[in-house]
C-alpha cells in the first residue's frame, strides 16, 4: 500500500498530521536528503513538500522528477508562498499541453 508524507519545518507541518499524512519535520537539508531517500524506498507514492524546503533540495527533487513515485508536490510553508509550486505547475501544463494555458 502506497503512502503520503509531508516534509518541511515543523509549524508548516504539523497540521498535517491531524489528516492521518505522516509528517516529516526536518530543519537542514541533509535532514531532508536522507528523509526524501527513505520515503523513495519506502513507497511513498505522494510527498508534499514545502518551498523553503524545495529550494534547498533542488537536486534531489530533479532525481525524482521523472519518475513515477514519489511524486513530489510543493506547498507553501508558514513564510508563505515562493511562486515556485505555481511555476513547477505551469511547466508540467506546458510539456502535457504543448503551450502554456495558465
Do not use: W
Not at 523513495?40 to 513515477?68: F, G, P
Request: with cysteine.
Amino acid at each position: 500500500m502506497y503512502k503520503i508524507a509531508v516534509m518541511g519545518d515543523m509549524d508548516s507541518v504539523m497540521g498535517f498530521k491531524a489528516l492521518g499524512l505522516e509528517t516529516c519535520p526536518v530543519e537542514t537539508p541533509e535532514q531532508g536528503h536522507e528523509a526524501l531517500q527513505r520515503m523513495a524506498k519506502e513507497n511513498y507514492a505522494i510527498v508534499y513538500m514545502t518551498e523553503q524546503l524545495a529550494a534547498r533540495l533542488q537536486a534531489d527533487i530533479a532525481r525524482y522528477k521523472d519518475s513515477l513515485t514519489p511524486a513530489i508536490i510543493l506547498i507553501p510553508g508558514k513564510e508563505g508562498s515562493l511562486g515556485i509550486g505555481m511555476a513547477n505547475v505551469k511547466n508540467a501544463v506546458e510539456r502535457a499541453v504543448g503551450a502554456d494555458i495558465l
